[in-house]
């Protein structure tokens, strides 16, 4: 079993920053994929971005250049660093490790 506690979420104006981690504790290995998804009112679940064990790391299309995923392999912990923050990116933002989620935190952009 897989535990993770999301942090960093609140509100802020568009173009300014906020910095997300996940903590994991449980069954959790160096290799498992760590990532963030995000959903919008109305909207599906979508990939913000993902890491490997590795580093290799895949971003959404929106968010290329502004966003960037990190982790920390002693700490069992994922960053999102979200910079230049736009209102649609308004939305509850999911930590993702192997096949477990986090419980969300929101992330209000306004303009």
């Known amino acids: 079993q897989v535990q993770l506690v999301e942090s960093g979420g609140g509100l802020v104006q568009a173009g300014g920053s906020l910095r997300l981690s996940c903590a994991a504790s449980g069954s959790i290995f160096s290799g498992n994929v760590m990532g963030w998804y995000r959903q919008a009112p109305g909207k599906q679940r979508e990939l913000v971005a993902t890491?490997?064990?590795?580093?290799?790391?895949n971003y959404g299309y929106s968010v290329k250049g502004r966003f960037t995923i990190s982790r920390d392999n002693v700490k069992n912990t994922v960053y999102l660093q979200m910079n230049s923050l736009k209102p649609e990116d308004t939305a509850v933002y999911y930590c993702?490790?192997?096949?477990?989620w986090g419980q969300g935190t929101q992330v209000t952009v306004s303009s």
């Open positions: 890491i490997t064990g590795g580093g290799s790391t």
């Open positions: 993702k490790v192997a096949l477990f």
